[in-house]
């Protein structure tokens, strides 16, 4: 397990100590806070410790409106999905705009593991080992012009093959965006795999966005355009409840959502024994990414 957390950092300054120690003192800090010091489990775990969830955990509990609203409705629904050809528009202020092959991008890409924590918005966890390449790697591909400022994704949409877009839950297609900054970020991956196979349709195949230290929201699936540009994007969140869902959306504890705390959060799998965790600040990577914040209120850029 600490094998695969390093690799989470591949591009970070894994191999100082002290970024160990005072990852284990904020997380231990974390759970004493709460008074979950001396229970044992996940709750107080340093991120080398991670377990990860089941592969039927990770890929029969989804959130994939495009397939219905319920948990099981991917599973159930998404097989219809095409997913070969594929291919993603990378476009706006790039070099090299254009129609970029999936096949082609995984010939390009180095694929490796990252064992992330994912905590959705509602305030459940999991602990998913992906495959897939850096974002930054596949930007660098299309070339990005210096006048970029933000990143744009959008879902495939098709009525045909998604029952859930017939219903106005959301303005569809899926949209999400990220600040440049966010995007470059060494562990914002694209994900192309589960536990070393093919990443399942529910999961967003064939190519879907990682943020780890966002909300899960923000980890849009099945990528058909990219775009490069000036002006931070719509997303399909905000566009639906603004008071609620953020364009940041990064996990805070210390930000409630209107309807719910964000303090704790259940994680998946947990059985019968299964507790409230502490949510931490940046789901856990404040080392990794906090100066991506450092200056801003987040509780106005929430
Ligand atoms: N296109 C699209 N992407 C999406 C969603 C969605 O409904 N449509 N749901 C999001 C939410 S709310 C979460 S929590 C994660 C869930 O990812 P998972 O099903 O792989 O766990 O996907 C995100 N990406
Ligand atoms: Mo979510």
New binding site residues.
Partial sequence: MAMRWKNTLKDCDVTDETLFLNRRQIIGGAAAGLGLGAIGGVAHAAPEDLEPNAYEDITRYN?YYEFGTGKDDPVNNAGALTTNPWSVKIVGLVDRPGDYAFEDIMKAMTIEERLYRLR???AWSMVVPWNGFELADLLAMAGVQSSAKYVAFETAYRPDEMPGVRYPVLDWPYVEGLRLDEAMNPLTIMATGIYGKDIPNQNGAPLRLVVPWK???KSIKSIVRITLTDTQPPTSWNKSNAREYGFYANVNPQVDHPRWSQASERLIGGGLFSKRHPTLMLNGYEEEVGDLYAGMDLTKNF
Wanted: net charge negative; aromatic share 28%.
């Fill in positions: 959130n959705c918005v509602e909300y899960g929201f």
